[in-house]
């Protein structure tokens, strides 16, 4: 099927590693021309390199999401490189894990500088020239515990929650502009993100990481925990000229773990 996404300029974030690089190179391998930006240089620059070594087209830029300046020089980045941005994809990190208790303002102000105000600061970098060229794809990754809430992580929990009623919201006011805006939920996937939530919770509950993995596993009706690419996969989708009448939508891909019927 063709995803109608050649040449489209992609802006991923946080695409140095797990879901935002398997995202970053499957749009590439669907014809865009994809800029990736992330904190650690080495690590992005070898992103870049993979996927042009596999055919296509990709330029790195160091930025942090939680500076807004530097938000916006990545996204006047792309423009200098392949032209105005079509195509953001939202990420970033997973805060703090800990209960309420544990937590100090800091910590929170922290979450919502990385969760909620990168996706705020990226849209204000990108959108007004979406709305301008009547054409715009916008997914905010957020986080299964944005819909069911996981256990030990307060900060996700909220925050998370938080951009998925900014994205429907957005969804609605850009709606008859040509801009789709969805958020895309990833369940237990096999990234650095998984492996450290697991050794967080071994060392908070004296157990091995192994044996948290395989709880996870038992809660998953498929059994398994996802690979980046099956998660990547619907974000390409969601940014193709295909997903033009899908928007306000949060798209789970976690294999049945959320309960939930909505």
Known sequence: MDLELTGRVALVAAASKGLGRAV????????????????????LSAAADAIRAAGGQAHGVVADVTDPAQIHYAADEAARVFGPVEILVTNSGGPKPGRFETLTPEDWDAAARVLLMSAVTFTRAVLPGMRERRWGRIINITSIAAKQPVEGLMLSNALRAGVTGFSKTLANEVAADGVTVNTLIPGYTRTERVVELAEHIAKTEGISPDEAEARWKREIPMGRIAEPHEFAAMAAFLASGRASYITGQSIAVDGGWIRSLF
């Open 24 to 43: 970053a190179e499957e749009l590439a391998a669907n014809g865009a021309r994809v800029v990736v930006c992330a904190r650690g240089e080495s690590a």
